[in-house]
């Protein structure tokens, strides 16, 4: 009878060892759904915020670039009429390309977003000029000096013109272009935004919804990005009117009137 009770006893014990081994196998499997279905939802969550950084779009765009020949550009974006349907432009992130073939060859011909930006300079070099002539004729300067207000007016116009309206420097590589230095290749960045390559010194810009290359800032006034091929002309447009500004306040302002009320 004691060995048949301790066979007994045993073999509870061992029920009882399996059962607690397979409420542990059960938990862990809990545990391990609960995680797997915690890091679906964080990848879904990830994939509404940036949608283009999906795995399957990345391993896709491998795909589609061999398959499409030796061009490493990325497709044409949506087009936009302008002028009763008589310009067709080309839309990229927030920017519009006004005049695509024109643009191809030159770089110029690009429409920020902010639009209004270069109009409102415009307005106030018109009323600055306005001013000036004003103050000409009121201390009898001549026409030499109004001629020279319209000069400075053209000018720092076209330079405007030129910086506000030209490639910024719009980032279009889906791959790392060839001849790319080999201590350069790890600072080259993927952008799921754009979903292009930014070179080491490009961006993003949210405004114009495109990566910029050699980006310095975004200018509400310019109505675009300033990057690597407007910075000099933005230069430019400034020193313009700063030597506008520096003639009219000691010539118009100051010495002019003292020298010609001396006379």
Request: include cysteine; proline fraction near 5%; charged fraction near 20%.
């Amino acid at each position: 009878k004691m060995q048949a009770l301790e066979i007994e006893s045993g073999d509870v014990d061992g029920y009882r060892a399996s059962s607690d081994q397979h409420e542990e196998i059960e938990l862990t499997r809990t545990n391990t759904d609960d995680a797997e279905d915690d890091n679906d939802d964080d990848n879904n969550d990830m994939e509404q915020l940036l949608p283009n950084s999906s795995p399957s779009r990345k391993s896709n765009r491998s795909k589609q670039s061999g398959a499409s020949g030796s061009s490493t550009r990325s497709p044409s974006r949506a087009s936009s009429s302008f002028c009763c349907n008589t310009i067709h432009a080309q839309r990229i992130g927030n920017m519009h390309i006004m005049f695509p073939m024109y643009h191809a060859k030159t770089g110029w011909g690009v429409l920020g977003p902010h639009w209004f930006g270069p109009l409102s300079v415009v307005g106030i070099l018109i009323a600055a000029t306005a001013l000036c002539i004003r103050s000409t004729f009121h201390h009898s300067l001549g026409a030499v000096t109004a001629s020279m207000c319209l000069g400075f007016l053209s000018i720092c116009t076209v330079l405007l013109c030129d910086a506000s309206f030209r490639d910024p420097g719009i980032c279009r590589d889906t791959e790392i272009p060839e001849g790319t230095p080999e201590n350069q290749l790890t600072q080259w960045r993927w952008c799921d935004f754009c979903s292009v390559y930014q070179p080491p010194d490009g961006a993003h810009c949210a405004d114009c919804g495109v990566c910029i290359a050699g980006y310095d800032h975004h200018c509400v006034w310019m109505g675009t990005c300033i990057g690597k091929r407007n910075y000099r002309q933005f230069v430019r447009f400034n020193m313009s009117w700063l030597y506008y500004a520096a003639f009219a306040i000691f010539w118009i302002a100051v010495f002019g009137p003292l020298i010609f009320h001396t006379i």
